[in-house]
């Protein structure tokens, strides 16, 4: 990997600078363990969708090319939580123990985040955090990634939100252009939630950016027209993992039979830190509207369509999910189906956010700017797409994948500049 040496030399190939805010989590530690050990060759691609047809035929910058760096407002190592993590087995504690030394050198690009506005849930968790001007706050997160991309001569940065989601942001009229949104940040406004500064700081800086929490981060009008006009391709929110994955395969089948879903129960209990903070009522807000929203979307707003989240210590990083559809069909005979499904939040995350970081590193070195719809398959509530059903959301990703399939970067569209240049 990248970090193992703090290397200046371009290799030729595209160098691509993975930042992750949330860096000390069970996602970000996932996600960069399995890339080192994809990288050495002690792990397979399982998992990554950028590793299967359509999306082998795009030229997708390399995984093993990745160098991490990232944000957190807790003081531990990735390698400290990645052995935390491998005493429940997930991952492998042979494979943390391969790319040990690794994690190590990524520990060294691991900065103090800033935790404003996140709510008390977050504020427990965090050991020291970046405070002070909401301008001050930002210029601190673009030092950090301008040094890391010096540091590496990376071609690109992508940041990516893995952090702790955030309580609901009430009212975005005030944020729904970029010079109210700067405004906001010139007065302090004592609301605008810490992913959405990280959000800001990526975007005025030319950097792609991915919101995989339910938090607000770039989904504010003034951070479109930021990224609009500065030609960086952006996309979120809340990555669709398990539940909710099945949910987008499922509904869509029940309402081509016409079948009648009367009621749809979901109940979640998770036990890790993301279960704990989405314990708090006002974390667990934006998560519970994201995974609700779908099926209104795909089978109408007609039927009880309930879903529970609980924090059950017990259970770590395996969250499980218990649905009860209830549904009627014909001569109004009354069925039901029930599902449990039990996944490893983490093993599940962890190849999306690398399959995100590498099709969003793509669309950037294409000059897309602006929300990529292609990704929604990825997504709980994809931005700008309305479409929930999963078939349809591959669909639209298999359409990218035509288009770009044979494209060599020369033959695109040059890239915008960005108008507030690369930091
Ligand atoms: P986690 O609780 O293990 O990790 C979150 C990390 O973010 C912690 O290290 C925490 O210290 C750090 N953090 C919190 N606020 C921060 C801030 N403002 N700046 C920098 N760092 C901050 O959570 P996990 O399981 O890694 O999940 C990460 C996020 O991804 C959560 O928001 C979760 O809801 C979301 N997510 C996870 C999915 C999955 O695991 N399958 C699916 C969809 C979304």
Known sequence: MGNSTIDTESSGADRTGVWLVGAYGNVATSAIVGACAVADGVLDT????????PCTELELPSVEGFVFGGHDIRETTILTQAKKMAQDGTPNPAIVEAVA?????????????????????VDTLADETVDGDLTGIIDEIQADLRSFRDRHALDRVVLVNLASTEPTLEGTEQYATLERFETAL?????????????AYAALDAGYPYINFTPSTGGSLGGLAELAEQNGVPHMGRDAKTGETLIKTALGPMFAARNLD???????????????????????KAGKLASKGDVLDSILGETFHNRVRIDYTP??????????????????????????????????????????LVRLIAHADKHGLAGTQPHLASFFKSPADVDEHDLSKQFAMLSEYVDRYADDSVEQSPPRKPPAGEWL
């Open 101 to 121: 030394d690794e994690l190590e050198a990524i520990d060294q690009a691991v900065e103090r985040g800033t935790a404003i506005n996140c709510g008390n849930a």
């Open 314 to 355: 017990s259970l770590g990083d395996r969250k499980t999910a218990w649905d009860y559809i209830h549904f009627r069909g014909f001569f109004e005979t009354e069925m039901k189906m029930q599902f449990t499904w039990e996944g490893s939040d983490s093993a599940l995350a962890a190849p999306l956010v690398l399959d």
């Open 186 to 198: 010139e007065a302090n406004d004592p609301a605008l939630p810490a992913s959405s500064l990280y």
């Open 261 to 283: 879903v009367l009621s749809w129960e979901g109940h979640n209990i998770l036990g890790n830190t993301d279960g704990k903070v989405l314990d708090d009522e006002e974390n």
């Open 46 to 53: 399982t998992g990554m969708v950028t590793e299967r047809p």
